[in-house]
Protein backbone atom coordinates (compact mmCIF):
# COMPACT_ATOMS: atom_id res chain seq x y z
CA UNK A 1 0.00 0.00 0.00
CA UNK A 2 1.12 3.32 -0.33
CA UNK A 3 0.18 6.79 0.78
CA UNK A 4 0.81 10.68 -0.01
CA UNK A 5 0.42 13.62 2.57
CA UNK A 6 0.86 16.97 1.88
CA UNK A 7 1.14 18.66 4.53
CA UNK A 8 -0.03 22.49 3.71
CA UNK A 9 -3.57 22.93 2.18
CA UNK A 10 -2.39 26.72 1.24
CA UNK A 11 0.98 28.55 0.59
CA UNK A 12 0.66 32.17 0.00
CA UNK A 13 3.96 33.55 -0.97
CA UNK A 14 4.90 37.17 -2.61
CA UNK A 15 6.02 37.15 -6.61
CA UNK A 16 10.03 37.26 -6.30
CA UNK A 17 10.35 34.92 -2.85
CA UNK A 18 10.87 31.47 -2.92
CA UNK A 19 8.62 28.43 -2.62
CA UNK A 20 8.33 25.42 -0.67
CA UNK A 21 5.80 22.65 -1.00
CA UNK A 22 5.68 19.92 1.53
CA UNK A 23 5.31 16.05 0.61
CA UNK A 24 6.09 13.12 2.84
CA UNK A 25 5.06 9.52 1.59
CA UNK A 26 5.08 5.93 2.19
CA UNK A 27 5.42 2.59 -0.33
CA UNK A 28 6.12 -0.35 0.23
CA UNK A 29 8.06 0.13 -2.90
CA UNK A 30 10.88 2.09 -4.30
CA UNK A 31 8.70 4.73 -6.02
CA UNK A 32 8.34 6.60 -8.64
CA UNK A 33 7.36 10.19 -7.52
CA UNK A 34 5.83 13.09 -9.21
CA UNK A 35 4.83 16.62 -9.11
CA UNK A 36 1.66 17.58 -11.03
CA UNK A 37 0.28 21.17 -11.49
CA UNK A 38 -3.19 22.28 -12.26
CA UNK A 39 -4.03 25.56 -13.45
CA UNK A 40 -8.14 26.44 -12.75
CA UNK A 41 -10.59 24.81 -14.73
CA UNK A 42 -7.40 22.98 -16.77
CA UNK A 43 -5.85 19.49 -16.52
CA UNK A 44 -3.27 17.93 -14.64
CA UNK A 45 0.73 18.84 -16.02
CA UNK A 46 3.73 17.36 -14.83
CA UNK A 47 6.25 19.37 -13.24
CA UNK A 48 8.74 16.83 -12.56
CA UNK A 49 9.45 13.27 -12.13
CA UNK A 50 11.54 11.11 -10.22
CA UNK A 51 12.81 7.48 -10.98
CA UNK A 52 15.43 6.01 -8.71
CA UNK A 53 18.01 8.12 -10.51
CA UNK A 54 19.47 11.60 -9.21
CA UNK A 55 17.99 11.84 -5.71
CA UNK A 56 17.70 16.64 -6.69
CA UNK A 57 15.08 16.48 -9.91
CA UNK A 58 14.75 19.70 -11.73
CA UNK A 59 11.62 20.04 -13.20
CA UNK A 60 9.84 22.66 -15.69
CA UNK A 61 9.33 26.55 -15.09
CA UNK A 62 12.48 26.65 -12.56
CA UNK A 63 10.73 24.15 -10.26
CA UNK A 64 12.88 21.25 -8.80
CA UNK A 65 12.48 18.73 -5.71
CA UNK A 66 14.75 16.75 -3.67
CA UNK A 67 13.92 12.52 -2.88
CA UNK A 68 15.44 12.07 0.78
CA UNK A 69 14.39 8.40 1.50
CA UNK A 70 15.49 8.97 4.93
CA UNK A 71 12.81 11.00 5.87
CA UNK A 72 10.22 9.88 2.98
CA UNK A 73 9.87 13.25 1.22
CA UNK A 74 9.55 15.28 -1.57
CA UNK A 75 9.65 18.63 -1.13
CA UNK A 76 8.81 20.50 -3.94
CA UNK A 77 10.69 24.02 -4.17
CA UNK A 78 11.34 27.31 -6.70
CA UNK A 79 13.72 30.09 -5.96
CA UNK A 80 11.55 32.61 -7.01
CA UNK A 81 7.93 32.81 -7.33
CA UNK A 82 5.98 34.61 -10.57
CA UNK A 83 2.02 35.57 -10.73
CA UNK A 84 1.80 32.45 -13.24
CA UNK A 85 3.05 29.75 -10.80
CA UNK A 86 -0.21 30.39 -8.94
CA UNK A 87 -2.39 27.17 -8.93
CA UNK A 88 -2.96 23.78 -7.14
CA UNK A 89 0.10 21.14 -6.90
CA UNK A 90 -0.48 18.09 -6.11
CA UNK A 91 2.05 15.21 -4.98
CA UNK A 92 1.58 11.91 -6.95
CA UNK A 93 3.61 8.50 -6.02
CA UNK A 94 3.61 5.38 -8.25
CA UNK A 95 2.62 2.29 -7.41
CA UNK A 96 1.27 -1.32 -8.13
CA UNK A 97 -2.07 -2.59 -7.18
CA UNK A 98 -2.76 -6.42 -8.57
CA UNK A 99 0.23 -6.18 -10.23
CA UNK A 100 -1.21 -2.83 -12.52
CA UNK A 101 0.37 0.59 -12.09
CA UNK A 102 -1.30 3.37 -10.16
CA UNK A 103 -0.97 6.18 -8.91
CA UNK A 104 -2.31 8.17 -5.51
CA UNK A 105 -2.91 11.32 -5.25
CA UNK A 106 -2.07 13.98 -1.92
CA UNK A 107 -5.11 15.99 -1.78
CA UNK A 108 -3.00 18.98 -3.11
CA UNK A 109 -1.83 22.35 -2.10
CA UNK A 110 -2.91 25.62 -3.26
CA UNK A 111 -0.30 27.90 -4.28
CA UNK A 112 -1.50 31.51 -3.99
CA UNK A 113 1.31 34.44 -5.49
CA UNK A 114 0.50 38.06 -4.27
CA UNK A 115 1.86 41.03 -6.06
CA UNK B 1 -0.30 16.66 -30.72
CA UNK B 2 -3.66 15.95 -29.11
CA UNK B 3 -2.18 13.35 -26.05
CA UNK B 4 -5.27 12.83 -24.16
CA UNK B 5 -8.40 13.64 -25.82
CA UNK B 6 -12.07 13.40 -23.68
CA UNK B 7 -15.79 14.99 -24.65
CA UNK B 8 -18.05 16.05 -23.43
CA UNK B 9 -16.25 19.06 -21.65
CA UNK B 10 -18.89 20.13 -19.90
CA UNK B 11 -22.51 18.35 -18.82
CA UNK B 12 -25.38 18.82 -16.70
CA UNK B 13 -28.05 15.31 -16.47
CA UNK B 14 -30.58 14.83 -14.40
CA UNK B 15 -30.79 12.32 -10.98
CA UNK B 16 -31.30 8.67 -12.98
CA UNK B 17 -30.54 10.00 -16.18
CA UNK B 18 -27.27 7.42 -18.20
CA UNK B 19 -24.32 9.49 -19.94
CA UNK B 20 -21.27 8.23 -21.57
CA UNK B 21 -17.64 9.96 -21.35
CA UNK B 22 -15.72 9.07 -24.35
CA UNK B 23 -11.44 9.62 -24.10
CA UNK B 24 -8.68 8.51 -26.74
CA UNK B 25 -5.60 8.84 -26.42
CA UNK B 26 -3.21 8.73 -29.81
CA UNK B 27 0.52 7.82 -27.83
CA UNK B 28 0.18 4.13 -28.21
CA UNK B 29 0.28 3.93 -24.19
CA UNK B 30 -1.36 0.11 -23.26
CA UNK B 31 -2.50 1.89 -19.72
CA UNK B 32 -5.38 4.01 -19.56
CA UNK B 33 -7.21 5.06 -16.54
CA UNK B 34 -10.44 7.44 -15.08
CA UNK B 35 -9.95 9.63 -12.36
CA UNK B 36 -12.40 12.05 -10.26
CA UNK B 37 -11.69 14.77 -8.62
CA UNK B 38 -13.57 16.62 -5.65
CA UNK B 39 -12.64 19.12 -3.55
CA UNK B 40 -10.30 18.45 -1.11
CA UNK B 41 -10.15 15.18 -2.06
CA UNK B 42 -7.20 15.29 -4.87
CA UNK B 43 -7.95 13.04 -7.70
CA UNK B 44 -9.24 8.91 -6.85
CA UNK B 45 -9.47 6.15 -8.73
CA UNK B 46 -12.62 4.74 -10.35
CA UNK B 47 -11.20 1.95 -13.19
CA UNK B 48 -8.17 1.59 -14.83
CA UNK B 49 -7.38 -0.54 -17.72
CA UNK B 50 -3.96 -2.01 -17.96
CA UNK B 51 -4.33 -3.24 -21.70
CA UNK B 52 -6.47 -3.71 -24.37
CA UNK B 53 -9.29 -6.09 -23.36
CA UNK B 54 -8.73 -5.80 -19.31
CA UNK B 55 -10.35 -3.45 -16.95
CA UNK B 56 -9.98 -3.38 -13.34
CA UNK B 57 -11.71 -1.90 -10.38
CA UNK B 58 -9.83 1.61 -8.23
CA UNK B 59 -10.67 2.73 -5.03
CA UNK B 60 -14.33 4.68 -6.37
CA UNK B 61 -15.70 2.01 -8.92
CA UNK B 62 -19.26 2.02 -7.50
CA UNK B 63 -22.43 3.42 -9.52
CA UNK B 64 -19.68 3.58 -12.72
CA UNK B 65 -19.02 1.00 -15.94
CA UNK B 66 -15.79 1.35 -18.04
CA UNK B 67 -15.23 -0.44 -21.76
CA UNK B 68 -12.09 -0.29 -23.18
CA UNK B 69 -12.72 -0.33 -26.79
CA UNK B 70 -9.31 -0.38 -28.44
CA UNK B 71 -6.43 0.22 -27.48
CA UNK B 72 -7.13 3.79 -28.23
CA UNK B 73 -9.84 4.22 -26.60
CA UNK B 74 -11.41 4.22 -22.86
CA UNK B 75 -15.04 5.22 -22.15
CA UNK B 76 -16.68 5.65 -18.90
CA UNK B 77 -20.41 5.44 -18.46
CA UNK B 78 -22.93 6.53 -15.21
CA UNK B 79 -25.64 3.74 -15.96
CA UNK B 80 -27.61 6.08 -13.83
CA UNK B 81 -26.58 9.44 -12.61
CA UNK B 82 -27.09 10.93 -8.86
CA UNK B 83 -25.81 14.27 -7.49
CA UNK B 84 -23.05 12.59 -5.50
CA UNK B 85 -21.67 12.15 -9.25
CA UNK B 86 -21.14 15.43 -9.66
CA UNK B 87 -17.29 16.01 -9.90
CA UNK B 88 -14.53 16.85 -12.72
CA UNK B 89 -13.43 13.95 -14.30
CA UNK B 90 -10.17 12.70 -16.05
CA UNK B 91 -8.89 10.25 -17.95
CA UNK B 92 -5.14 9.65 -18.13
CA UNK B 93 -2.53 7.11 -19.93
CA UNK B 94 0.43 5.53 -19.54
CA UNK B 95 3.10 3.43 -21.14
CA UNK B 96 3.33 1.43 -18.51
CA UNK B 97 4.21 0.87 -14.50
CA UNK B 98 6.18 3.64 -12.79
CA UNK B 99 5.82 6.05 -16.36
CA UNK B 100 4.80 9.55 -16.55
CA UNK B 101 0.78 9.58 -16.77
CA UNK B 102 -0.75 11.80 -19.37
CA UNK B 103 -4.16 13.67 -18.30
CA UNK B 104 -6.69 14.66 -20.63
CA UNK B 105 -7.91 18.38 -20.07
CA UNK B 106 -10.90 17.45 -18.02
CA UNK B 107 -14.78 16.49 -18.16
CA UNK B 108 -17.38 19.13 -15.63
CA UNK B 109 -20.31 16.69 -15.04
CA UNK B 110 -23.10 18.68 -12.93
CA UNK B 111 -25.78 16.42 -11.54
CA UNK B 112 -29.26 17.76 -10.45
Known amino acids: AQSVTQLDSHVSVSEGTPVLLRCNYS??????LFWYVQHPNKGLQLLLK??????LVKGINGFEAEFKKSETSFHLTKPSAHMSDAAEYFC?????????????FGKGTMLLVSP | NAGVTQTPKFQVLKTGQSMTLQCAQD?????MYWYRQDPGMGLRLIYY???????DKGEVPNGYNVSRLNKREFSLRLESAAPSQTSVYFC???????????FGEGSWLTVV
Open chain 2, 92 to 102: ASSEGTGNTIY
Open chain 1, 27 to 32: SSYSPS
Open chain 1, 50 to 55: YTSAAT
Open chain 1, 92 to 104: VVSGINSGYSTLT
Open chain 2, 27 to 31: MNHNS
Open chain 2, 49 to 55: SASEGTT
